[in-house]
């Protein structure tokens, strides 16, 4: 821990000033970012902010240390990311704890996002040593008699990261550690609202053998991220936050490549053959786990006519028995969102959809920042409610009458990124994934069920691209060919 620092529990520490990390190194050019816990509302610390010149700096750096992270061999990278696992398990705790204080997240949550923490640069640890590539017969023609072709990865370069707020660990995980498998040196802007445990997993690469210049994190205010996007010399940029700012990032990214994780208002499909006890646990966990702040949380749960009334007792029965309040506490399900702005936000969504006939089934109470876990039906389709991203712990029932039906209602919305339907008809998830217009489509849970090493990523206005540690890792490089020609072979 730092000098100064003031005890806050066994884990965690506040610290008066956080430093950024610039090409590798701390750096503490001011502290003009305070940073708040979410819940009470004390001050956690001052953040350092990186502005133009600094942003210059890192991304020249990066440059420079491109040759020197393309040519680590595999065992090294794989090495380095090995011991961030191991380091990030001896810390779990204590990175829990910032991510409770920082971001409001029940500490239940924030446990788990550490292991997914872990997950990640486990998983690329182990890619780490599988990037190959093939061999081609290029023989087949009389004219290409004697060739012979091969292709391999190799790293893209410099690459650009821009994260949200709500996942401010394992969202970060899953554009580093593909970056560090690659060998492409990185720059990373984190949420200014959620910066600290960013910071803390710059404490663990800053121990390991990375060239110089092959890390910076700086956090920055929006208007100061524009190099993020428009510097030449990152050849990639991956950004993941709302479509309204990712859409324009990429009209202003010029030559790089874009890899888009944006926004989505999921929906599940649950049919009569499902149990409904294990759809009530699971929709509850989708919809409210994080206090809703997921893009792929239950915001649209769609029930077959003939088990809609006792599913829809199910969900109000339990969403009522859950435990609000403090994130700290180890009982606490839903905790506040990540400002009060945003949940007076949610409040005010709520609202309009009871003044335009929907019935609020339980919830819509807000104290703070603090909002009652919700549910409610008969919302119109049209209202934000339901056609953009709600973003919070609110959700909405419907009946549908057949399946064909409850597929055409999840196809009805701008977003793309997942959709979960309980059956267990062969023949109707068949159907599900022919037809959903989404990134990945989950039979017999929710559409909010994500692993570290699937293709992650969606269509439509969720975005471009998919996420996933080798699946990261192949935009992250470029295939290159190497052509061979045998002149001996024309002479048999």
């Known amino acids: 821990m730092h000098k100064g620092d003031i005890e806050l529990s066994d884990f965690v520490r506040i610290r008066p000033r956080w430093p950024l990390w610039l090409a590798n190194e701390e750096r503490q050019p001011n502290a003009d970012l305070p940073v708040f816990d979410k819940y009470d509302g004390r001050e956690l610390g001052r953040v350092a902010m990186a502005d133009s010149a600094l942003i210059t700096e890192a991304f020249t750096a990066a440059e420079a240390a491109r040759e020197a992270m393309a040519r680590l061999p595999a065992f090294q990278r794989r090495d380095i990311l090995v011991h961030c696992v191991r380091r990030f398990g001896e810390r779990a705790e204590e990175f829990a704890r910032v991510l409770c204080c920082e971001a409001g997240k029940p500490i239940r949550d924030a446990r788990g ?28 023609t009389p004219r290409s008699r004697g060739y012979t072709g091969m292709y391999r990865r190799f790293p893209i370069g410099v690459c650009s990261f821009i994260t949200p707020f709500n996942y401010p660990l394992n969202l970060v995980a899953h554009k580093i550690a593909p970056a560090i498998a690659s060998g492409c040196p990185f720059v990373l802007k984190p949420a200014s609202l959620t910066p600290l445990s960013a910071l803390l997993l710059g404490e663990v690469l800053a121990e390991t053998d990375l060239p110089k210049g092959a890390f910076s994190i700086l956090p920055t205010r929006r208007d100061g991220a524009a190099l993020f996007t428009e510097d030449p010399r990152p050849k990639l940029l991956s950004f993941t936050g709302s479509p309204a700012v990712g859409w324009e990032l990429k ?37 409210f786990s994080n206090s809703g702040q997921s893009c792929i949380g239950v915001q649209r749960v769609l029930i077959h006519e003939e088990i809609y009334a006792p599913l829809r007792a199910r969900l109000v029965k339990a969403t009522k028995g859950l435990c609000t309040g403090d994130p700290h506490a180890e009982a606490t399900v839903v ?15 709520i609202n309009e959809a009871k003044a335009r006939g929907a019935t609020i089934l339980c919830g819509g109470d807000r104290d703070g920042s603090l909002l009652q876990p919700t549910l409610l039906e008969g919302v119109p389709r049209e209202l934000p409610l339901c056609a953009a991203e709600a ?83 192949e935009d992250m490089s470029e295939m290159r060919l190497l052509i061979i020609r045998r002149r001996a072979a024309h002479d048999h």
Request: negative net charge; proline residues 4%.
């Open 251 to 287: 009209a202003r990214a010029g030559r790089k490549k874009v890899v888009l994780e944006l926004g989505g208002n999921a929906a599940v499909v649950v049919e009569p053959d499902a149990d409904l006890a294990d759809a009530t646990e699971r929709i509850l966990i989708g919809a």
């Open 391 to 473: 973003f919070g712990p609110v959700a909405i029932l419907a009946p549908y009458r057949d399946f064909e039906a409850a597929l055409d209602m999840v196809n009805d919305s701008e977003f793309g990124l997942q959709a979960g339907v309980f059956t267990a008809d062969l023949e109707k998830a068949h159907r599900a994934w022919e037809r959903l217009e989404v990134g990945g489509v989950v039979i017999g849970d929710i559409p909010s069920w994500r692993v570290e090493h699937m293709p992650y990523g969606g269509v439509k206005a969720s975005g471009i691209g998919r996420e996933g540690i080798r699946f990261a890792m």
């Open 113 to 140: 996002e550490v292991s997914r923490l872990i997950d990640s640069f486990r998983v690329a640890a182990e890619e780490s040593t599988r990037i190959g590539g093939e061999i081609l017969d290029l023989e087949i």
């Open 335 to 349: 905790g506040p969102v990540i400002s009060e702005a945003e949940a007076v936000r949610l409040e005010s969504w």
